[in-house]
């Protein structure tokens, strides 16, 4: 392969990459979990703020005591105001006022539709992550596994709250935008953790107004112990610490393979699920993950070469490997 074509491949996946999709899963989907709480007694602008709120409180503390800055550049600063609004603002308040009005499975199988929009996205305004038949195929079989993973009882509900499930998508194809507006940090040369502070910081001064003028929080009843506990929970470890694996995620494997995190959140929902609040792993839940499974294999890059071996590209020189 020569050195133009290796520039416009897309990145592949390492075991250290994978490693940390699954972590960002399990810390993403208990946001739905948390989220659900706290839908309960929080109005869509001062859920979605608190939890920006929390996490930017948090990387700022952490870079303080590892002796990191923050940039100073204008430039960046524009860029971290820019993802915020991509990646945090419209998508966590979207998807929140449709948990307002959906079931919490339904919400996750509209989000796992991420990566079908990020790949057509990607295709659209990237020289390096272009689609192709077999990637195309991938994300069809992965989506097609988080549904039947999830199983027929949350899409009872599909035909109402139509407005609420259109709300999700566009939350989705927002996710999409951000990922591959998100790629410019390394360009910038700004750190993964300096990045997701950045943009959780200008989530919150985005949000404030508006939490401000449309909740009016002041008149909110006093949250019980249990939302404050969900709050810090998708502040703290589905936000702060979901965003720094994000942005590590980003630069090393790019933006599709990013989004594919969003297949694995059903699974580490149920698991979770499964493991602390006694819930039951049923023949559909195996047989989705095994869907997943081999949607990922596909996208990645993994199953074909792992049964057909590396292809070979015919080249004025012979032939040389085309993986």
């Not at 993802?83 to 959906?102: E, K, S």
């Amino acid at each position: 392969m020569s050195q133009s074509q290796a520039d416009i491949a897309t990145p592949a996946m390492g075991g250290r990459e994978w490693a940390m999709l699954v972590a960002l899963a399990v810390l993403w989907g208990g946001s739905f979990f948390f989220n659900a709480i706290g839908v309960r007694e929080l109005p869509s602008f001062t859920l979605v703020w608190l939890r920006v709120a929390v996490a930017a409180a948090t990387l700022l503390l952490v870079l303080r005591l590892l002796g990191q800055r923050m940039p100073t550049e204008g430039r960046i600063w524009i860029a971290f105001f820019g993802m915020g609004l991509l990646n945090n603002v419209v998508p966590f308040v979207l998807i929140v006022w449709g948990q307002h009005h959906i079931a919490s499975g339904l919400a996750s199988i509209l989000n796992a539709t991420t990566p079908l929009f990020t790949v057509l996205v990607a295709h659209l305004l990237t020289p390096d992550e272009k689609l192709t038949p077999l990637k195309a195929s991938g994300v069809a079989v992965g989506f097609a596994g988080a549904v039947f993973m999830i199983g027929p009882d949350a899409l009872t509900g599909l035909g109402t709250g139509v407005m609420a499930q259109l709300a999700c998508l566009a939350g989705a194809l927002t996710y999409a935008f951000a990922g591959i507006f998100g790629r410019r940090f390394k360009r910038l040369g700004v750190a993964p953790m300096a990045t997701a502070a950045g943009q959780v910081c200008a989530s919150t001064v985005l949000l404030l107004p508006l939490m401000l003028l449309v909740d009016r929080p002041w008149m909110l009843a006093m949250p019980h112990p249990a939302t404050w506990t969900a709050v810090i929970g998708v502040g703290l470890l589905s936000t702060a610490l979901a965003y720094v694996l994000y942005f590590k995620i980003l630069a090393a494997a790019g933006a599709t393979n990013l989004l594919l995190v969003t297949f694995l959140i059903p699974v580490s929902a149920i698991l979770l699920g499964a493991l602390f609040l006694g819930e039951i792993l049923l023949p559909r839940h195996f047989g989705g993950m095994a869907l997943i499974g081999v949607g990922l294999a596909c996208i990645d890059g993994r199953l074909p070469r792992l049964i057909f071996g590396p292809r070979k590209r015919k080249t004025s020189d012979g032939f040389d490997p085309q993986i």
